[in-house]
């Protein structure tokens, strides 16, 4: 575990969040829960908006909500005074109506449709990351409608690929986002935009990878932007008031993960700001506005979800099964990507770690697994299960597969906990259907 004043272990040997010890959680809310810790959200968000202010200057943290998305967390985020990133329509109506000040948000996606285009333009998002040529055309045929002139930056690949403790620079681009500064295909976009009369082409956006640890891939990132930035403007006089890095920044989930403190998740917006300092005043380049767009290390570790052990089942010599009361459902990326987790007895933190257990869920897919031959203490059926790290693409990710209920999400701080997400009914499972 990697522990903090808001997530430890109590003197009842108990998991505590929040100052919230998890048997009341259990007691009160049932399982399978999600918790969320706002201080550690909190605490993020503001540690790295003082250090981009004090590392660089000028510039935006914008929290992408993809990672989690909910009301109160817009509002949290808009609290702290960060900007927000979007990919969908659905997630910019939540930011709206949570109140978010849509001048500090930035629309990704790579096939975004007419409609998310046009809501974008009609709610004054501040800026719109292009992907696609046609894109850029339709985007500009709505402006000219609304008579506006919208602020946009084009997503370009600087051919660096990273993920979690490697990354690689390859000329080879075979990703579905971005157009490959190293083919020429991204100065012919550059061009293109720059002719759209209702387009601003503030500058341009990359994202390497996500849960990468290797400050150094987005060092190389910031060079090859800054490389490209000066190349187009002695090519063709183009400067950019902006550049937009992205986020990816590696977060602890098991072992091997690097354990870090809030502050030391600082160090990711210092390296890019010194390296944008730097690569700006070695290529004479005016100093751009830098966004950077920060998900799972924002609201990653302040996240844990709590189950209760059912059924067990071992197959003598092969695995150890302990099914609980959620799964794939609740958090679908072991079964996307073999994404590793650490589970704790959350009743019984200081026991020894003598079984091997793989923890599975209740739906019907082989794959339905949390996390593969882990230590814990002896499992019986009734007891607290915690999954921690599960604030990122967990309940972001969550489906009703097996017409489960997706878990609720409760708030946590200073020993409160309150519904930040109410749990869902069988009425909803029904609400659509005809
Ligand atoms: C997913 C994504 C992010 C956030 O990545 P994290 O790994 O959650 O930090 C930022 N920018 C873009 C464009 C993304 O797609």
């Not at 096939?111 to 009609?122: D, G, I, P, R, T």
């Not at 002695?234 to 950019?240: A, C, I, K, Q, V």
Request: aromatic share 10%; hydrophobic share 35%.
């Amino acid at each position: 575990m990697n522990e903090r004043q808001t997530l430890k272990i109590n003197n009842l040997g108990h998991l505590e969040i929040g100052g919230v010890d998890a048997k009341a959680l259990k007691e009160q809310y049932g399982t399978p829960l999600y918790v969320m810790d706002q201080a550690y959200i909190e605490d993020m968000c503001k540690i790295y908006a003082d250090t981009l202010k004090k590392e660089y200057g000028d510039g935006m943290i914008a929290y992408a909500s993809k990672a989690f998305s909910c009301l109160e967390i817009y509002r949290i985020i808009n609290k702290m005074g960060i900007g927000a990133d979007s990919v969908s329509a659905g997630e910019m109506f939540t930011a709206k109506t949570a109140g978010f000040p849509m001048e500090k948000i930035c629309l990704h996606g790579n096939n975004k449709s007419s409609f998310e285009l046009e809501y974008a333009v009609q709610n004054n998002v501040g800026y719109i990351v292009l992907d696609s040529y046609t894109e850029a055309s339709e985007l500009n045929e709505i402006c000219k409608k609304y008579n506006k002139v919208q602020k946009v930056l084009i997503r370009v690949n600087p051919g660096i690929e990273a993920h979690t403790h490697h990354f690689v620079q390859t000329a080879k681009v075979d990703s579905k986002f971005g157009y490959s500064i190293g083919s020429g295909e991204a100065e012919k976009v550059v061009c293109f935009v720059k002719k759209q009369e209702n387009l601003d082409l503030v500058g341009l956006h990359c994202h390497i990878g996500s849960q990468i640890f290797e400050y150094k891939s987005f060092e190389l990132a910031v060079e090859k932007m800054t490389d490209f930035y000066k190349k187009l403007s002695d090519l063709y006089g183009y400067s950019f008031d902006v550049i937009n890095i992205g986020g990816g920044f590696g977060v602890w989930y098991a072992d091997g993960d690097a354990k870090k403190s809030c502050n030391e998740y600082a160090e990711y917006i210092k390296i890019i700001s010194g390296a944008l300092k730097r690569c700006v005043a070695e290529k004479s380049l005016k100093k751009p506005y830098l966004i950077l767009e920060p998900g799972r290390s924002i609201v990653g570790e302040a996240g844990v979800t709590l189950y209760t052990a059912g059924r067990t089942k071992e197959i003598k010599g092969i695995k150890n099964y302990i099914a609980i009361d959620g799964g794939m459902f609740d958090n679908p990326r072991y079964a996307l990507y073999q994404a590793k987790y650490s589970v704790v007895s959350a009743l019984n933190m200081n026991a020894k770690k003598s079984n091997k257990y793989t923890i599975a869920g209740k739906c019907c897919e082989s794959g339905d697994i949390i996390a593969e031959d882990v230590m814990l203490p002896e499992i019986k059926e009734g007891d607290l299960i915690a999954v921690l790290s599960t604030g990122a693409y967990n309940y972001s990710m969550s489906s009703n597969y097996n017409r489960n209920l997706i878990p609720p999400v409760v708030m946590v701080k200073d020993g409160e906990s309150r519904y930040i997400v109410k749990p869902q009914t069988f009425e909803d499972l029904i609400r659509n259907d005809v």
